[in-house]
């Protein structure tokens, strides 16, 4: 399966690309050029990774009968210091809110995205140092 | 520097990132379990890597007094057919449109990108067999 995109510059640093579902808007700050009207380039990768785990493991949870009542992913990205600056160190924290986990299989589902279903973890693995964890939060 | 995102569940398929410039919505489509409320997280890698280039293009045909009418970014990307599924052959296509094109100053300025700015493009390189092309349309 090929996936295409096309983006259509829109003058000064905005970018518009239109997909499926939605139009993304890239945009730099004033600082190099733009006027922060649409996201940073480089952060739309960690978008990337979090919907995608993230899609893995509500699937996954559903399957196995052991809803959440709340998810969250925080991704960090460390940057290198040189030019081309890219993400040699990322941290993935996967946040569940609820009551009575089945956290062996929440660990389960979380573990299967990891090192088996989720396309851009195996991506972010080749480039970058990813260390993931878990968090359980009683609402 | 460090980039830090987190993702926010909204049901079903449907996970909600909010970045300074805009919020990103990710969906899947019906088949799969969602609504196609947002765009496919995987083919957001493909958006990140037309706008990381994009600026940096713009930015140097600034700098070089080599501007263009308009400017269109390509990006193909072929997923392997197994799981983990991620992009091992991509194609970027830099389309430039308008006349009397500084074809010199815009060749260098794609490759300045291409090999030493574009951070998202390093990362690329890390996964997938990169091949980048030039194209200009008169108008």
């Known amino acids: 399966m090929i996936h295409t995109i096309e983006s259509d510059w829109k003058g000064k640093m905005l970018f518009c690309v239109e997909e499926p579902g939605g139009t993304v808007s890239i945009d730099s700050d004033a600082e190099f050029g733009g006027e922060g009207k649409g996201v940073l380039p480089k952060p739309l990768m960690l978008t990337s990774l979090a919907g995608c785990t993230g899609m893995d493991v509500v699937s996954l949870l ?8 709340d998810f969250k992913i925080e991704v960090k990205g460390h940057l290198t210091d040189e030019h081309p600056k890219y993400y040699d ?3 993935v ?4 809110y609820g009551t009575d986990f089945k956290k062996d299989k929440i660990e389960k589902a979380v573990n299967l995205s990891i ?4 396309g851009v973890m195996e991506m972010f693995r080749r480039f970058a140092e990813v260390t993931t964890s878990i968090e359980y939060f009683e609402k």
Do not use: G, L, S
């Not at 559903?62 to 009542?69: C, I, Q, T």
């Not at 090192?115 to 989720?118: M, S």
């Open 93 to 96: 924290k996967y946040k569940f």
């Open 89 to 91: 160190k990322v941290t």
């Open 115 to 118: 090192e088996r279903y989720c």
């Open 62 to 69: 559903k399957k196995m009968r052991a809803e959440v009542a």
